[in-house]
């Protein structure tokens, strides 16, 4: 897949595919919504002391390296799986530039996160485990877990730009893999995106959204 390198306002890089059109992060700050999005609006709010994520859309692997600053912040262990067709490649992960903005002493860190091998656990930090899953979740049925998630970060590219991302078959597999008072969050608040969580069995809330976006969403399990 073509790509391109571009900073945001934050100073933090995205990506930009030509053949979607689409960036992987807003161009309003990528760690900035990553960390508004996921962790101030998604984990945060989880209660547990031992957390399990699921992603959709493991991408520049920003999430999952915001989570692994969290669960050794936080000395929380966190089991964290992440599902993607489409990895970026090592060597544009190298570049991405998040380590040297948040914690340059954890450049290797954030490296080993696309290092690590897919379909198996890897421990990657103390407090932080990664499973990445290379699938295509556009069928729903291509996913098993033995794990029930507290938290799901869902990061698919735009309803407009992948639709097959967001069907109500995916957000009913998102609601049976999830356990008791499972957060999900999304940057997108599209009303029919709602209306699918809601019609999966979550309940839903219009959340302020990250810089540059009005409305985020956040579904918690009924």
């Known amino acids: 897949m073509n790509i391109k390198f571009e900073i945001t306002e934050d100073g933090s890089h995205t990506l930009f595919v030509p053949e979607r059109n689409e960036h992987y992060h807003s161009t ?5 919504e990553s960390m508004h ?26 999430n999952a390296f915001l989570t692994l600053l969290e669960a050794e912040k936080n000395s929380r262990k966190i089991d964290f799986t992440s599902l993607e067709l489409y990895p970026v ?9 998040y380590a040297e ?40 049925s291509n996913f098993h877990s033995e794990n029930k998630f507290d938290v799901v970060f869902f990061d698919a590219f ?8 967001w069907t109500p078959a995916i957000f009913d597999k998102l609601y049976s893999v999830s356990s008791e008072i499972a957060i999900l969050t999304t940057y997108c608040a599209n009303g029919s995106v709602r209306r699918m969580l809601q019609a999966a069995g979550f309940f839903v809330e219009r959340r302020p959204g990250p810089p540059g976006k009005r409305e985020m969403l956040r579904a918690v399990k009924k």
């Open 158 to 165: 735009a309803p407009e730009k992948q639709p097959e991302m």
């Open 89 to 97: 490649s090592i060597t544009d992960a190298e570049k991405l530039n």
């Open 37 to 62: 999005v996921y962790i101030d609006a998604g984990l945060r709010h989880c209660v547990k002391s031992e957390v399990k994520v699921l992603e959709i859309g493991f991408g520049t692997g920003l």
């Open 28 to 32: 309003h700050g990528a760690i900035q």
């Open 101 to 140: 903005l948040i914690d340059p002493t954890r450049k290797e860190v954030f490296n080993e996160l696309h290092k690590t091998g897919w379909g198996k656990w890897n421990q990657v930090a103390l407090y932080f485990s990664l499973l990445k899953m290379r699938l295509d979740f556009s069928n729903p």
